[in-house]
């Protein structure tokens, strides 16, 4: 835990510096296929008040989802894309806000490309991300594989559905971990796991139902107050075999919605 406290107070210390001009100490680097992560990427900066930078394809990608799927295979494959090059020194920077949308469970191929040309060894990293479902706990796994000489801290992600929440979430997120000064109110702790009533199975069920790639049967679940409703952590039967577990929002006013699944 004392290491864990260090390692926050030394990235806002950084941070405060490049929020300040004093020394670019901060940057936001990231790619974007769709704007969702370009969206969060341009909250975390505008927040952090820090230079951004944008990877891009030298042969962008196509909007059409089959076509990014099929090249995306090709790229997974071993024949990563090429990259435009980067007009940012690096060497200047000590904090990297890395963004990217996750695909096949993982960082985007560009950004492969990008961790791969890149020297990044003694960096602090902070990962963030869009996904349909999910993917940046897997993807900040694969990010500590790949840069096994960076520090990578904890990160945010978002599904590309729920872009209306970014503005209060990221101020939640850089505050509540440190990386910007403010008050915040912590979150309480999820209620102990238990079986899920029928009421909540009907819950989970709104929320997930036209999300196709979901289908699946609550099992049990922790909940959770939070600003404007509550939050629940459903541990869930998927019909193929398997357990994921599930993170559902149930607002004031509205609808409810899975805004994570872990598998």
């Known amino acids: 835990m004392k290491k864990v406290i260090i390692a926050m107070l030394a990235v806002m210390a ?5 929020g300040k001009g004093a020394a670019s100490k901060a940057i936001v680097i990231y790619y974007s296929q769709l ?20 990877i891009e ?4 990608y196509d909007d ?20 435009k090059p980067l007009n940012v020194k690096l060497e200047d920077y ?4 890395l963004g990217y949308p996750i695909w096949f469970g993982t960082y985007a191929t560009p950004m492969m490309t990008f961790l791969k040309e890149a020297n990044l060894a003694g960096k602090k990293i902070v990962p963030f991300c869009s996904f349909g479902s999910g993917g940046l706990n897997t993807s900040v796994n694969d990010l500590k594989k790949a840069l096994p000489d960076s520090e990578i801290l904890p990160g945010y992600g978002v ?3 729920r872009v209306d929440a970014i503005p209060a979430e990221i101020d939640y997120f850089l505050k509540s971990n ?9 979150l309480p702790d999820f209620s102990a796991q238990a079986p899920a009533t029928e009421e909540q199975k009907a819950l989970f069920h709104a929320a997930v139902d036209s999300y196709g790639m979901i289908r699946a049967e609550a099992e049990s679940v922790g909940v959770r107050d939070i600003p404007g409703g509550k ?12 357990t994921i577990q599930v993170y559902v929002v149930d607002p004031d006013s509205g609808d409810p919605e899975f805004t994570q699944v872990l598998r």
Request: charged fraction near 20%; proline fraction near 6%; charge should be negative.
């Open 14 to 18: 950084l941070v405060s510096c490049a």
């Open 35 to 54: 704007n969702s992560t370009k969206a969060v990427a341009e909250q975390i900066a505008s927040k952090l008040d820090i230079p951004i930078v944008s």
């Open 57 to 60: 394809p030298v042969v962008p």
């Open 64 to 83: 059409d989802f089959n076509a990014t799927i099929q090249r995306g295979q090709k790229e997974m494959a071993g024949a990563l894309p090429e990259i």
């Open 94 to 97: 000590d904090v990297i806000f």
């Open 159 to 161: 599904r590309a559905a």
């Open 178 to 186: 440190g990386y910007l000064g403010g008050d915040f109110t912590p």
């Open 231 to 242: 939050e629940y952590f459903f541990t869930a039967r998927e019909a193929m075999g398997g």
